[in-house]
């Protein structure tokens, strides 16, 4: 069969004065693309009746399926669902079932009785079938416009995208002729994309049942793995075949699956280890103790850390000789090591990473250019230490400085590592 | 005279796909609206010609003017400037002008002669007006199709920035009357849109001369005012004194202006002063060492700081005692008050800012739920402290917590500071 023809429709005058940015669109290509549904067109108009009117006219006579955000609240500059009855030339009605859930869940909340006005929100086009809201109180509906079926949906990220998970991709796979889906994100670091999509090319061409995608999330490359079949046992079988062999093939890049951060993988593994990591950062000024500690639970594993900017705090709170950094720079092997050694010492964690490094724009010398990093680790039984060179601007560097240190942890708690 | 009808178009497959969001929309929206050009529709379609063609020539029979985002390139997939040229019946040709800038160019950067292929970026459309691209090889034009302007951008967002700033923006402005535009962005912190906008709607109203907009960068909110006029004499007068009256109703609030962040604007009072700071930080793991030192310059004010994100290392890091932990909680006035002064001891700077508190989401207890916060500023002449309570998850309560910190920083030195 050939792939239904979808698009996607943004309503809201703050998308178009540039008040906030449009995300639901990136959302939905995101989950429509391993579903084989490659977005055809994104229309974005203002709150205008007749601009909203007319972009449903004009995607209801190309596409198959469409999802519109935006538009479904209580308030006055809320069109979306009279412009859809308009466009539908039907009448609007007002759902009971609906009205009873806002009644109920109004109840749930206070104790004075649900103000008339609010029953505006049960107000959809006669022909509409409600699909609901787990979370919030205007309900998504779909509605047939022309050729095309339509997904109307609140515009809020929050309900938006839980309303596209639960409630309109299971309708949109069924159109796919599958209606089961099973998918795993692989996540890798260390490996370009180019290399990435040539090291599982040879598993790709042979396995046409699971679809493989390719995202950058700087410094991170990810694979995601996509089985659609008719039954879940084919789906999962077919996944886990193809995701074993991918896993061989990305050993040393692959780090994770399923939405883990890199920092939280390493301590992760730390914290069933009954390990604990503490860092000294100068270049990258608390952003590697941010990283190990912006994920829930973080205190298993880390103890947090020094930021020795200045080289005096170098020497007062890591106790790093001054003749040290006189000596060999602050940006230097002895100085790193002297760095981790004194941390471990001070803070009494299992490990200390350290980082010393020039992120730029200015600071660069012709021995020492932009980008000159030395990373150390010290543990139970001594320290090592590593010279990288990162090229980008200064948030770039300071990004892949804190991730060549967790790598060299990564290393050190036994992990092969490839470079590519 | 109306306002010109302005639409935006943007190309790319990737964007269909999810794998990069679309940041080009947002951008030219806020640098058009206070022009008083609201964009009406923008329309995203993937690298098929018949999209791209199909979505140029609806937009040439609606819109007075259109940017285009995309395609430009060398490369298979950048069709942009052949669709342009068929949708407005011309034949493509070779711009001799635009061909010698890009051997130029080549020579410049290596030794061997520009390869014949490279020759195509400077095919336009016949009747193109080639407006150039300070940053790369594939040059912006203007072209006319059905009755509306079009502009074709490159779409990386680099050199599609400053084309639209340097070549875009001016053509727009003459289009709406004037010929000169003022701009200036009021940055506050502490006080919500809504109030923000009730404390300037008096000067707004009496002076429609300049327009005012509003723009939230959690937890801050701007106010951004712009005066167009026929001469700069003109429009640089009425800026003026628009802004004159706005930092007076915003005094309290407002810290800077034009791009600084609000880490910034105290460090760099802190240079002045030729004081520094160190921070001492749990909950927030690095986050306020991070905003202090991401600018470039930073090591003139910001020495650094200690992450105590366990009681252990607030304990040997910075001297707190256990017994006022065991005591009180690391969750405290009393603990607060001594990484602050720890701190400072420690690293020999002007200041020391300590936060300790509950970023989320576990955690809290009935006394000390999520968001409750500890601030604390040590300096040479003692310490002072202060409770907070943020709401929000578990990055904004940390952000807030920053802010706070910075915010009591401000008051030490001397600012006049108000709750709204």
Same mark, same amino acid.
């Given at each position: 069969m050939t792939a239904p023809l979808v698009e996607f429709i943004v309503t809201g005058d703050e998308v178009m004065r540039g008040t906030?940015? $449009?995300t639901n669109t990136q959302f939905i290509a995101q989950r429509l693309y391993p579903l084989g549904l490659t977005l055809r067109r994104t229309t974005v108009v203002g709150d205008r009746s007749e601009d909203i009117r007319g972009a449903l006219l004009e995607t209801g006579s190309r596409a198959d399926f469409c999802v519109v955000s935006g538009g479904?609240?209580?308030? /006055? $500059?809320?069109l979306t669902a009279a412009c859809a009855a308009e466009a539908a030339s039907v009448p609007m009605r007002r759902d009971r079932v609906w009205l009873d859930h806002l009644r109920r869940r109004w109840a749930a909340r206070r104790s004075e009785p649900m103000p008339a006005n609010n029953e505006r929100q049960a107000d959809v086009p006669e022909t509409a079938e409600v699909l609901g809201n787990p979370d919030g109180s205007a309900p998504a509906f779909a509605l047939r416009i022309g050729r095309c079926l339509f997904f109307f949906l609140p515009g809020v990220p929050r309900e938006y995208r839980r309303i596209v998970e639960e409630l309109v991709l299971p309708r949109l796979l069924q159109a796919t002729g599958a209606s089961v889906l099973r998918m795993r994100v692989l996540q890798c670091y260390g490996v370009t994309e180019s290399r990435l999509d040539e090291l599982v090319s040879s598993i790709r061409d042979g396995h046409p049942e699971v679809r493989f995608g390719f995202r950058t999330k700087f410094p991170e490359n990810h694979l995601s793995l996509v089985a659609l079949a008719a039954d879940a046992a084919t789906a999962e079988a077919n996944l886990a075949r193809v995701e074993a062999e991918c896993r061989e093939a990305l050993a040393g890049y692959l780090y994770g /699956? $399923?939405?883990?951060t890199f920092a939280q993988a390493v301590g992760q593994e730390l914290a069933a280890r009954g390990e604990t990591i503490c860092c000294a950062e100068s270049c990258t000024g608390g952003l590697l103790d941010d990283l190990l500690t912006e994920a829930p639970g973080s205190s298993a594993w880390a103890a947090g850390g020094f930021v020795t900017y200045s080289n005096e705090l170098k020497e007062r709170a890591l106790g790093v000789p001054r003749d040290l950094i006189d000596r060999y720079g602050a940006v230097s092997e002895p100085v790193a090591l002297a760095m981790a050694e004194g941390a471990r010492a001070r803070s009494g964690t299992s490990w200390a990473l350290a980082i010393t490094g020039i992120a730029g724009p200015s600071g660069g010398t012709p021995e020492k250019p932009v980008g000159t990093v030395w990373l150390a680790l010290a543990g139970r039984d001594g320290a090592r230490s590593r010279s990288a060179f990162y090229r980008g601007d200064r948030g770039q560097i300071r990004l892949q400085s804190a991730y060549g240190a967790l790598q060299l942890l990564r290393e050190a708690l036994g992990h092969r590592v490839r470079s590519s």
């Open positions: 906030i940015a $449009d479904l609240g209580p308030t /006055s $500059d809320d /699956s $399923d939405g883990v």
